[in-house]
């Protein structure tokens, strides 16, 4: 039992890099051969997870890098900001690095407020690297100064151009495409919103989007004026939708890709994540992994899977007692990662 959750480990870090790689390359990095043909990318949530799991693939973070540095302008910092309150995103340090990286004079005051919090001259480094045994990745060369302001320890980074201008076709770039017309918004988000669900209330938009709920019914009345948004009451309730087809065919053509709240699904794969990878997990007994496994599913990591619109669901883990969890576990989180890379699940 002790083997099995040790080789999915490995299985898990492998699936985890080879989505984020899929996910980049279909926002404009090259360098891997498959791309991503899901729903719609979350830039944001997207840029917070790889600040977790792209520290297990230098290349692949460096690369995250050269893209930030010619699209960071499209990323809304106040979304990642809401996003590491409402959901606790670890990597906060190394997003700090990140933003660090990515701000110019043009955008000095959009970036600069993300690295005001970084600790300069930390007396201690944390590696920022793995190795796949997930072992620290040594510094051969001269520190990168950036890095080491958060705290971390890595190799001066040296951009290798393997980015380009985000790509506007694919569908899953669309909230990208719609920041690219209508600006860095909320109407952005909601916009999408309203063409990949049939209606929604400012509350849920507001709590899929990432906003205030404020921010999102005010919007949501202004749009209104347009004409090519409609609402009613329900209850005490109103409910908005686009007026049917108006956008759909100029955004999305035939393709109708599936809305799924990324930052919630993301957030707990990221919690399964540094459970598996950076606790002493592996040299207890399987009834101790067992026990530490139940504690993040109930810590609202099958309360995120639930509610990511993925069409995923946990399941009962209190059927499973002891030991037996962890089995389950290594299962629901195979059919998880199938549902993501699109191959069907093992029997």
């Given at each position: 039992?002790?083997?099995?959750?040790?080789?999915?480990?490995?299985?898990?870090?492998?699936?985890?890099?080879?989505?984020?790689?899929?996910?980049?390359?279909?926002?404009?990095?090259?360098?891997?051969g498959g791309t991503w043909e899901g729903a719609v990318i979350d830039p944001?949530?997207?840029?917070?997870?790889?600040?977790?799991?792209?520290?297990?693939?230098?290349?692949?973070?460096?690369?995250?890098?050269?893209?930030?540095?010619?699209?960071?302008?499209?990323?809304?910092?106040?979304?990642?900001?809401?996003?590491?309150?409402?959901?606790?995103?670890?990597?906060?340090?190394?997003?700090?690095?990140?933003?660090?990286?990515?701000?110019?004079?043009?955008?000095?005051?959009?970036?600069?407020?993300?690295?005001?919090?970084?600790?300069?001259?930390?007396?201690?480094?944390?590696?920022?690297?793995?190795?796949?045994?997930?072992?620290?990745?040594?510094?051969?060369?001269?520190?990168?100064?950036?890095?080491?302001?958060?705290?971390?320890?890595?190799?001066?980074?040296?951009?290798?151009?393997?980015?380009?201008?985000?790509?506007?076709?694919?569908?899953?770039?669309?909230?990208?495409?719609?920041?690219?017309?209508?600006?860095?918004?909320?109407?952005?988000?909601?916009?999408?919103?309203?063409?990949?669900?049939?209606?929604?209330?400012?509350?849920?938009?507001?709590?899929?989007?990432?906003?205030?709920?404020?921010?999102?019914?005010?919007?949501?009345?202004?749009?209104?004026?347009?004409?090519?948004?409609?609402?009613?009451?329900?209850?005490?309730?109103?409910?908005?939708?686009?007026?049917?087809?108006?956008?759909?065919?100029?955004?999305?053509?035939?393709?109708?890709?599936?809305?799924?709240?990324?930052?919630?699904?993301?957030?707990?794969?990221?919690?399964?994540?540094?459970?598996?990878?950076?606790?002493?997990?592996?040299?207890?007994?399987?009834?101790?992994?067992?026990?530490?496994?139940?504690?993040?599913?109930?810590?609202?990591?099958?309360?995120r899977l639930d509610r990511s619109g993925l069409s995923f669901s946990f399941?009962?883990?209190?059927?499973?007692?002891?030991?037996?969890?962890?089995?389950?576990?290594?299962?629901?989180?195979?059919?998880?990662?199938?549902?993501l890379d699109g191959k069907p699940s093992r029997p």
């Open positions: 039992m002790k083997a099995l959750l040790s080789d999915f480990r490995t299985e898990l870090r492998d699936r985890l890099l080879d989505l984020l790689w899929r996910q980049w390359t279909a926002l404009g990095v090259s360098g891997h944001e949530a997207l840029l917070l997870f790889s600040c977790s799991v792209a520290r297990h693939d230098a290349r692949l973070f460096d690369a995250m890098l050269d893209w930030m540095r010619i699209n960071g302008r499209y990323i809304n910092v106040q979304r990642v900001k809401r996003m590491f309150v409402q959901e606790g995103f670890a990597g906060e340090a190394v997003f700090q690095a990140v933003a660090a990286v990515t701000k110019t004079p043009t955008h000095a005051t959009k970036w600069g407020r993300s690295t005001q919090s970084v600790a300069s001259g930390a007396s201690k480094l944390e590696p920022l690297f793995y190795l796949k045994d997930g072992t620290p990745m040594p510094v051969l060369r001269e520190k990168d100064p950036l890095f080491a302001a958060a705290g971390l320890l890595r190799d001066r980074f040296e951009p290798r151009d393997v980015a380009q201008p985000f790509k506007p076709q694919p569908s899953a770039n669309l909230i990208l495409r719609l920041r690219g017309l209508l600006g860095i918004n909320a109407r952005c988000e909601i916009l999408a919103f309203l063409l990949l669900n049939s209606r929604g209330s400012p509350r849920a938009v507001a709590r899929d989007c990432y906003y205030f709920p404020a921010t999102v019914s005010k919007a949501l009345v202004e749009m209104s004026a347009s004409g090519y948004l409609i609402s009613r009451m329900e209850g005490r309730h109103r409910y908005y939708q686009l007026v049917p087809d108006t956008w759909r065919e100029l955004l999305v053509g035939n393709v109708r890709p599936s809305w799924v709240t990324w930052a919630l699904l993301f957030r707990a794969l990221e919690q399964i994540w540094l459970v598996l990878w950076h606790e002493d997990l592996m040299s207890k007994s399987a009834l101790a992994q067992a026990s530490a496994l139940r504690r993040i599913l109930r810590n609202s990591v099958a309360d399941g009962d883990e209190s059927a499973y007692t002891g030991e037996t969890l962890v089995s389950y576990f290594v299962d629901r989180l195979t059919v998880l990662l199938c549902k």
